[in-house]
């Protein structure tokens, strides 16, 4: 691994969460800036920003930025700015492969605002629900958009989103 950036570990302390700037595959080839998941049981390192073909999940315009991971290691949490301009926040799951867009409504529209250095972004400990800080963003049915940054919460199993920042009536 080469220069990092934000290093994340899970609750149990077996897996570590980095954005590198270089690094390596199993083979010794360079990667691009990428986010891997080491694993200190067994020294296995993982790079997570890629879907099951080996594709960047972001788009080559940008760099990933690690949010975080789950208690168990098995959820990471990470973000980037596509190349057309539109935010990404992504959760994969480590066992399955599985990657969700967090940043959509029920409908599958994306909901941008932010860029991906900047938010704050942050994922319960069993990575089921997530919570972010989005600019300007318009989920359907909620107060919005005001040119003002908000708070939402995503209930990733039922896919519910809350703007968690409304003053009470």
Known sequence: IGP???GQVSADGRYVLVASSLSYDDEG???PRSILRKDLLTGQQERVDIDGAG???WGNNSSP???GI???GRYVLFAADGSTGSGFILRKDMD???I???NVDADGNTHQGWNA???QISMSGDGNVVVMEQYNADYSGLPGPDSRRHIYHKDLTTGEIKRVDIQPD
């Open 70 to 72: 789950s208690a168990d």
């Open 4 to 6: 990092v950036q934000g």
């Open 29 to 31: 080839s360079i990667l």
């Open 55 to 57: 594709n960047t999940t």
């Open 117 to 119: 250095a900047g938010p």
């Open 96 to 98: 399955t492969g599985a």
């Open 100 to 102: 969700v867009r967090v």
């Open 65 to 67: 930025v690690a949010h």
